[in-house]
Structure formats: C-alpha cells, structure tokens
C-alpha cells in the first residue's frame, strides 16, 4: 500500500482523511532529545503543574494518553478531572473540556488493554510551524507498519526529555524473560525491546511509539507499562505498548462527534448571596436553553465585599427554562463549589458530562423537573457525593450502578415520581446511608436488604403499590428490621 493512504490525520474545524503534508512533519534531527516536536503536549496537574504524562495532538482539540494517567489501576474512580489538570502545548496552557476513556480499561482488572482515552481541549490550538498533530495509522487488526521506531516522550521522575530506537518482539518472545507479565498484555498491545545499554527510562515514563513512513512521522503506539529500571543495562528488558490501530475508528468517531458540534457559549449571571444555612452562592432564574451543546464560557454578578467567585459553595438555576444543563467546569469558575441545584426549570436530559467538571460536589438538585430517565454512568465522577435529591420528577426506573461511584453517600429524596423497583444493588456502596423518602411513588418490587445499614434513620415508603410504611426513629436500630420484615412480606 502506498504510504500517503497509510496516513490519517485531523483537520482543525472539519474531519476529513488528509494528506502527508498536513501532519506528522518535523525537519529537524529528530533523535535529538533536546528538539521540540511540535506534536508532543504534557498534562500537568493544575496544583503542582507538575507534569503527569506525556500525550500526543492528532488534532487541533484532541491529544492521546494512556488511560492510566487518569485512571490508575486498582483505584476505584479516576483521579484526574479536567478541574485538576490541564496540558501545555509549546509555551501555551491549554484547559480541558472532557476525557474520554476507552470503555474497555478496566481499573479492578490486571489487563491493560484498553489503555488509551483522548484530552478534549476547550478551545483549538492554532497550527504553526512548531504546533502540528501527529498522523495516524489506518484502521486495522493491529499489524505494524514497521518492526523498528522511535520511542519518545517525557521521563516525569527528573523531567528529562527521552529519544530512543527500538525494535517491536512477538509477544511469546518478550515474556520469556517475564512470564509473570503475561497477564499485563492482550492482543491489542505489542512488546518493545530497548536497544542499547543506556536506557534513559524510569517507572515514571510515559510516551509514544513512532515511525517514519516516506519522511512523515505516525504513532503506532503509547506506552502502558515499562519493566525497565533507570540506570538499569539489561537490554532484555522491554516495554508494553497499546497499539492505537486497533483504536482508529474509536478515536475517529471522538474526534467527529467533537468537531462536528456547534457550540453556543453564554454568560451566567449571577446574583451572588448567602444562603439559610451560610454558605455563600451564585442563585441564576429565568436562564433559558432550549438545546444541547451550550456551555457557560463567563460569569458575571456583583459580589459581596471581600469575596470572589473562589468563595462560592454553591450554585443555583431556578425558576427557568432548562430542558438541557449547560456544559459548567466549576474547577476553573468556582473551584469549590460544593451543591449544585437545579429546580424548576423544566431541565428533561442530563448526562455525565454535566457534571464531570465539579470533583468536590456534595449535593445535587435536581427536584422538580421533566426527568423521565438518568444514563447509569451521570454521577461517575461525582466521588464525594452526600445528597441527591430527584423528588417530582417522572422516574420509572434508576439504574442499579447509579451511585456505584459514591463512596460518602448519605441521602437519597425521590418523592413523587413513578418508580417501580427498587434494585438490589441499588445501594451497594452507599454504606453511609441515613435516609431514604420513596413516598408517592409505584414501588411494587423492593430488593435492597436494609439490615446492613447501620447508619440508617429514616426511611419513607408510603403510598407505594406493595407497601405504605414508614420510620423515623432515631434510636432504635430495631424499626430497620421492622420496616425491612414489611417489605420481605409484600415487596419481595
């Protein structure tokens, strides 16, 4: 196959396959580590601004990184959100509008496949002669284009920049030095073999596999796991790489979607005020978005003396029209915002991105609207999660994994909707539970066994189709078991 239809690349405003010369072109010694490629982005954590993972543009919005950046293994929830990292491209510091994780990345499995997600910019970057996205490989089942590269990225343990020549090994070849890893590799990962004694590599290491194709430079892979040691000379040791042919139509469909949406950027306007209970605030009515893909670009209001919007804890949306949320990174507006309310405004779609900007919230809101459905996955990110409260809405159903992803959970309000069953599952890692009103709903089924819920004080059950019941009994852990007996008996 001719080498210019090996390429793919992605234009800035519109997604189409491009030519050799629009990506993957670098004129100097590449080789050298003390060059600059002009595709090559560090994530950095927005505290420290110390440098996480190296990541590759393949596009003017999206960059490449391992999954396990975000998300390492054996940790229940990813650690980085786009209200605590950002990338530097260049001289340039870029925010986050999302991250996406490849669904198949597993942290509670010792496998690495999967391990890819894209960084959504915010906002493009502008192309230069220094600013350019790497190219792709086209959509296969894996098979390199060649068996020998360049790995190149960043040494985070002392910063330094890495430049190394390598040879790709069949997978049986690498792990005979290391049976133990097998487990680490899937098919859609290849092994590497360092050349050369003086490996510049540590644990800390994250980069990209390249190769060279008619003098335009691809990435065939990224860097999951390393065996190599810095200062350690065994050149039998070798790399894990994901190999991103496998990923193309994955990462295709991302980079579409993203540049394919219009988006409408607002002002919010707020009224800034303390609440009844103290806490300082941003209360928004009559706001009105009638479609998806708005996103609060500024804020505006008059504060209180000596305060900011870096001492809101809370913000508001009432009394509106708001059948969509608009796409809100509290990290960067109001960096501790704790409860976030949405009522009466008519609010019918929500989904995980709404809230995948605000790592600290405790409560959510979202009572008396048109909700009729919650994707599983809404409050994945929401780790610090206390109160939800959904009451006087349309709920039928809630998925079982809901609050799956909320460790702290304590209160759970769904009042006047039509819910029927109640899963057993529903609070499997809510351990923290206090209190439970499901009145006026149409629960016929419950399967959640209450007995284990020590903390539990009040649970509302009435007006339901198998059981009408309720507690609020401060003192005896004895009305659970009463309460929980009712419902084997009916609701069963």
Same mark, same amino acid.
């Given at each position: 196959m001719a080498a210019h239809k090996m390429l793919l690349c992605v234009l800035m405003s519109l997604f189409v396959l491009t030519t050799a010369q629009e990506c993957g072109k670098f004129t100097g010694n590449i080789d050298d580590k003390?060059?600059?490629? @002009?595709?090559?982005?560090?994530?950095?954590? +927005?505290?420290?601004?110390?440098?996480?993972?190296?990541?590759?543009?393949?596009?003017?919005?999206?960059?490449?990184?391992?999954?396990?950046?975000?998300?390492?293994? =054996?940790?229940?929830? *990813?650690?980085?959100? %786009?209200?605590?990292?950002?990338v530097t491209i260049g001289n340039d510091a870029f925010d986050l509008m999302d991250i996406k994780i490849n669904s198949d990345w597993k942290f509670n499995n010792p496998n690495y496949d999967g391990d890819i997600a894209i960084a959504v910019l915010f906002n493009p970057v502008t192309f230069s002669d220094t #600013?350019?996205?790497?190219?792709?490989?086209?959509?296969?089942?894996?098979?390199? &284009? +060649?068996?020998?590269?360049?790995?190149?990225g960043i040494n985070n343990i002392d910063n330094t920049n890495v430049r190394r020549r390598v040879t790709v090994e069949k997978n049986d070849v690498c792990f005979q030095h290391f049976p133990t890893r097998v487990q680490k590799a899937s098919p859609r990962t290849f092994c590497v073999k360092w050349q050369g004694e003086d490996l510049e590599i540590a644990n800390g290491f994250s980069g990209s596999y390249l190769h060279n194709s008619d003098d335009v430079w691809l990435i065939q892979? !990224?860097?999951? /796991?390393?065996?190599?040691?810095?200062?350690?000379?065994? !050149?039998?040791?070798? =790399?894990?790489?994901?190999?991103? *042919?496998?990923? &193309?139509?994955? !990462?295709?469909?991302?980079?579409? +979607?993203?540049?394919?949406?219009?988006?409408?950027? &607002? /002002?919010l306007k707020c009224t800034f005020k303390r609440n009844f209970e103290g806490l300082y605030g941003c209360e928004v009515e009559n706001l009105i978005i009638n479609s998806p893909n708005v996103r609060i670009a500024s804020i505006s209001g008059l504060h209180e003396d000596n305060m900011d919007n870096s001492a809101v804890e809370y913000v508001? !949306?009432?009394?509106?029209?708001?059948?969509?949320?608009? +796409?809100?990174?509290?990290?960067?507006?109001?960096?501790h915002l704790i409860k976030y309310l949405i009522t009466n405004s008519g609010l019918k779609f929500i989904s995980r991105d709404d809230f995948s900007g605000m790592p600290k919230l405790e409560t959510l809101d979202l009572s008396h609207n048109e909700l009729k459905e919650i994707p599983e996955d809404t409050l994945y990110d929401l780790n610090e999660l206390v109160d939800l409260y959904i009451e006087n809405n349309q709920f039928k159903n809630l998925p079982e994994n809901l609050l799956s992803h909320a460790p702290a959970f304590q209160r759970f309000k769904a009042t006047n909707n039509t819910? /029927? %069953?109640? @899963?057993?599952?529903?609070?499997?890692?809510?351990?923290?539970?206090?209190?439970?009103?499901?009145?006026?709903?149409?629960?016929?089924?419950?399967?959640?066994d209450f007995r284990p819920f020590r903390n539990l004080k009040k649970i509302d059950l009435l007006n339901n189709r198998c059981i009408s019941?309720?507690?609020?009994?401060?003192?005896?852990?004895?009305?659970?078991?009463? #309460?929980?007996?009712? %419902?084997? =008996?009916?609701? #069963?």
């Open positions: 003390d060059s600059k490629l @002009p595709w090559m982005v560090q994530l950095r954590e +927005r505290m420290s601004s110390d440098v996480i993972c190296t990541g590759t543009l393949i596009s003017n919005r999206h960059v490449l990184i391992d999954a396990h950046c975000v998300w390492p293994k =054996s940790y229940f929830v *990813a650690l980085k959100l %786009i209200s605590n990292v950002y #600013v350019q996205p790497i190219c792709l490989p086209e959509q296969n089942a894996g098979t390199l &284009i +060649r068996p020998d590269g360049l790995v190149t892979g !990224i860097e999951t /796991e390393t065996f190599v040691q810095k200062n350690d000379c065994d !050149i039998q040791k070798h =790399s894990i790489f994901t190999n991103v *042919a496998h990923y &193309i139509d994955w !990462i295709q469909n991302i980079v579409k +979607r993203d540049t394919e949406q219009v988006w409408k950027d &607002i /002002e508001w !949306i009432k009394d509106s029209q708001t059948s969509h949320l608009p +796409r809100f990174d509290a990290g960067i507006f109001f960096p819910l /029927e %069953i109640l @899963p057993a599952n529903f609070f499997k890692a809510n351990h923290a539970l206090k209190i439970l009103s499901l009145d006026n709903n149409k629960l016929h089924k419950i399967f959640v019941t309720n507690f609020n009994d401060w003192r005896r852990y004895k009305s659970v078991l009463i #309460v929980q007996k009712e %419902i084997e =008996s009916a609701c #069963v």
